[in-house]
């Protein structure tokens, strides 16, 4: 007995003792931190930070901020990014720390292709958000570019279930939504006109551009304001530690940028420029030309635009923000006789973002901003002037506050505001003599509101869940709108590289883009949601699978999607859009369906980089006769000029030599629909002269143009300067000459003899033939 109380004694003894070992062993710690670039300490924004012994990891958020939460004990880090050499660090974890990485660039010296390690392709197979493509501006300048100008958005068209809106275009219409239903962000300020040159270019300067993200599905529930995707682009910061310039010099355009530290290690800036210089040209051959009998001179054309940021840490848990865009897109032409015509377009963008951390699980980002986009323009014949412009202008402020409960749930709340002012027609008119004086302005006011709330739950290492639910509200004059948009998505491995993703998204559009199909000029109108115009709205399922192949260096995917559109907004034909009080009359509402199949191919290890897209989709469109309007297509269903069957895109990217990169892409698109007459017949007077051919044409776009395809090369061939980098980049667009369809038109056809009508003949018109380009490049 005695032997036994002496046994159970040691025995509880031993539990005692161990019980502070087994707190220990249970106790979890957080580590935090911020993953920068070793070159300028500039934050890298989705990089990784895993635990691969434990299966877990997570992405640095777009300020470069990580936050994981271990058990107590030893770990190895691993920390990887695009176009950086991957580290790993021992850490043992005995309490809740912060701890910064600096990774440096690939040691070779066009590093950004040649990827060590898989860690972005896992991540994207882990994570439960699908329908997103990721891009940084080091890829992109690699691609081959029309006029060797660097588009980031024309990169985006290489990704399945986006479309271009035609050759040579930067429009993004996403998983069939029409142009008007992306929101753009710059540094979370909106941005209403994406585009340069008539839709050629993107206002989205490579020199000043950290990455885009773009969603085209299952939206977060920090998102809203559009039907079919999100573009975020995030600004660079700027070297910390030195001064730098860098630029380059193209075909059409000229760009620089100035970085530097305000502070070191505290604060830096960046400022970019370019400026076109088409109308340089332009000037000097209607100078040569001016005194020839039939001159008739070249409008003018250019644009330019301005980047500016600046961030500056007020402690180890603030720090400030200041973003700025200005750009313009300046057209005019002034003929001999008298005629004047001047047109001048652009957005102006400001933002100030607080970031502030609470705890290494708790942060506070605060945004206040504005955007402004306009457009004039100016008619002067002899003593008579004409104006006409158009403009809508924000003021918005949002908080989003990020919550890492713990190690299965991530926690988001926020809330936004936004004041808007439409003006959605100034007209005016006048003559030098004071006999003509009149004008008319139209102008609306709208409240936008919304506050969201979602949550990231990690069931298991197998199951995740993103839910939340975003309320928006809207107000114009006495006109109130409300609604709820509920998000959701989830994802479950099958396998560790095997995934199931399946997502929903309601959202709402309080804001409508309509244009004047009959001007040739980008003549765009901002309006309002009304009494008479309802919001408009859609929703978005989609399902796939993602597989890791190849010991993880490839990533394929296969998407389905089915997307609702109701209250689809278009101005009947012959709308009055100027100087009109009732422009509520003019407008027509429809609903439209799209749906597809998205399969995806990528490689972002080796020398050899690239992905291999198809998309197989439908779009349609129905606008029902309405308020003594025929409305569209006499109320059928009809397919909108958007509408592409097939989508083929190959990008190959290859590192021939440490000196050498070659790259090329080939994309292929069913033609777009059209509409063109099916016959004609002939109308004359009762003498039987005056004989007129009348076309008949039957529903729209029941015919298509040719397919859409071609092949465009580059190469960047890197210099070895006495100081700093520099590179020359070729590039062919349109490498074998595919004379693509941009419009088809109708030619008659004469009798030689007679010069009597006979026939009608197609013609088509092509933009762009095979244009090669080279680009000069530097950075010192």
Request: net charge positive; proline share 4%; aromatic share 14%.
């Amino acid at each position: 007995m005695r032997l036994y109380l002496s046994a159970l004694q040691f025995s509880l003894f031993v539990f005692l003792s161990a019980l502070p070992l087994l707190a220990h062993a249970q106790q979890r710690f957080t580590l935090s931190g911020v993953v920068r670039s070793a070159a300028d300490r500039s934050v890298l924004p989705g990089a990784s930070v895993a635990v691969p012994a434990l299966g877990t990891g997570v992405t640095a958020d777009s300020a470069g901020f990580y936050s994981l939460t271990l058990p107590a004990g030893r770990h190895q880090l691993a920390i990887s990014f695009i176009g950086y050499q991957s580290q790993t660090r021992e850490l043992n974890l005995v309490k809740s720390q912060r701890l910064s990485f600096s990774l440096p660039e690939a040691s070779n010296e066009l590093g950004e292709v040649v990827i060590e390690g898989t860690g972005t392709l896992e991540q994207k197979l882990q994570t439960t958000q699908m329908s997103v493509e990721h891009l940084n501006a080091r890829d992109a300048k690699l691609l081959p570019a029309l006029f060797g100008e660097v588009d980031l958005l024309k990169t985006l068209q290489l990704k399945p279930g986006v479309q271009n809106g035609g050759e040579g275009t930067s429009g993004l219409f996403v998983r069939g939504g029409s142009a008007d239903q992306n929101l753009f962000l710059l540094d979370d300020a909106l941005v209403y006109n994406p585009s340069h040159l008539f839709g050629l270019f993107s206002v989205f300067n490579s020199d000043a551009i950290q990455s885009v993200d773009l969603y085209k599905g299952g939206f977060p529930a920090q998102y809203g304001g559009r039907l079919s995707s999100v573009v975020d682009v995030k600004t660079r910061d700027g070297n910390a530690q030195k001064f730098g310039v860098s630029g380059g010099l193209g075909l059409i355009s000229s760009r620089l940028t100035v970085e530097g530290p305000i502070v070191k290690d505290k604060g830096s800036f960046v400022l970019s420029g370019r400026r076109t210089y088409f109308d340089v040209f332009t000037r000097q051959i209607n100078k040569l030309n001016e005194d020839t009998e039939d001159y008739n001179p070249i409008p003018d054309y250019y644009f330019y635009d301005f980047n500016a940021k600046a961030n500056y840490k007020l402690g180890e848990k603030d720090q400030l923000f200041l973003t700025g865009y200005y750009g313009r897109d300046v057209f005019g032409f002034n003929s001999t006789g008298g005629f004047n015509f001047d047109f001048t377009w652009g957005n102006t963008v400001g933002s100030l973002r607080w970031s502030h951390a609470f705890s290494p699980k708790l942060f506070l980002n605060t945004t206040v901003s504005t955007t402004r986009y306009q457009y004039q323009i100016a008619n002067k014949l002899d003593q008579f002037g004409f104006s006409l412009s158009s403009e809508i202008r924000d003021y918005a402020v949002r908080s989003d506050l990020d919550y890492l409960l713990n190690d299965k749930h991530t926690i988001k709340l926020g809330v936004s505001a936004t004041n808007h002012r439409f003006n959605v027609g100034r007209l005016s008119a006048s003559s030098t003599d004071g006999s003509l004086n009149i004008g008319s302005e139209t102008v609306y006011t709208g409240q936008e509101a919304s506050a969201y709330a979602s949550d990231n739950f990690k069931v298991s290492d197998k199951l995740q869940f993103d839910y939340g639910l975003r309320l928006t509200g809207f107000q114009s004059g006495t006109d109130r709108f409300a609604a709820l948009e509920p998000r959701g998505a989830l994802r479950y491995s099958l396998t560790p590289k095997t995934s199931l993703k399946a997502s929903y998204a309601m959202m709402y559009q309080y804001v409508h883009l309509v244009s004047n199909s009959g001007a040739s000029l980008p003549t765009d109108i901002w309006y309002p949601s009304r009494l008479n115009v309802k919001p408009q709205r859609s929703q978005q399922v989609a399902t796939g699978v993602s597989f890791l192949l190849g010991q993880g260096k490839y990533l394929l995917t296969n998407e389905v999607y089915y997307k609702w559109a109701r209250n689809q907004v278009d101005f009947r034909d012959g709308a009055q859009l100027f100087g009109n009080s009732d422009l509520d009359a003019e407008f027509l509402f429809g609903k439209g369906w799209a749906y597809g199949n998205e399969l995806y191919l990528e490689k972002k290890a080796g020398r050899t980089t690239g992905w291999v897209g198809y998309s197989l989709a439908w779009t349609q469109r129905q606008f029902p006769v309405q308020r003594g309007s025929s409305g569209v297509n006499n109320g059928k269903v009809f397919y909108p000029t958007y509408d592409r069957r097939h989508n083929i895109t190959v990008v190959g990217l290859h590192q021939l030599n440490t000196r050498i990169n070659l790259t090329a892409s080939f994309v292929f698109t069913s033609g777009a629909p059209t509409t063109l007459p099916s016959g004609r017949f002939l109308l004359q007077d009762i003498f039987g002269d005056d004989v007129e051919a009348v076309p008949i044409y039957p529903d729209r776009n029941t015919y298509r143009m040719a397919s859409y395809h071609r092949i465009d090369l580059g190469m960047v061939y890197k210099l070895r300067p006495k100081h700093g980098e520099s590179d020359l980049t070729f590039s062919v667009y349109n490498a074998y000459n595919r004379r693509n369809p941009y419009f088809i038109y109708f030619e008659q056809v004469r009798n030689k003899e007679t010069g009597d009508v006979t026939n009608f003949r197609a013609r088509q018109v092509s933009l762009f033939p095979v244009i090669p380009s080279v680009t000069y490049n530097f950075k010192f």
